[in-house]
């Protein structure tokens, strides 16, 4: 299991509430979150690989009014 965490930044006028459905229909998307501040959205992945990892990015950024998506791999959850 590879968990992830993609942050992404929409371009400007595009709201959460147009994007996230979306990004909710991409396998392995686990967890959606609005955020305020620099970043839109945040976005959590638990995908069987790494390959699996770069897809889901690649699909999210494809996502009309999705300007960047920034992955953080998940090293180890203490939690």
């Known amino acids: 299991m590879q968990a992830a965490h993609l942050v992404a930044r ?3 006028g595009k709201t959460c509430d147009q994007i996230a459905p979306r990004v909710k ?3 392995f998307v686990t967890r959606i979150d609005s955020l305020a501040g620099e970043i ?14 770069e897809d889901v ?11 960047t998506v920034t992955t953080a791999l998940v090293l180890r959850r203490h939690l």
């Not at 990015?57 to 300007?67: C, D, T």
């Open 57 to 67: 990015r690649r699909q999210v950024a494809s996502v009309p009014g999705i300007a």
């Open 10 to 12: 929409f371009e400007s």
């Open 40 to 53: 839109d959205l945040l976005v959590s992945v638990d995908a069987d690989s790494i390959d699996s990892v």
């Open 25 to 27: 229909a991409i396998p």
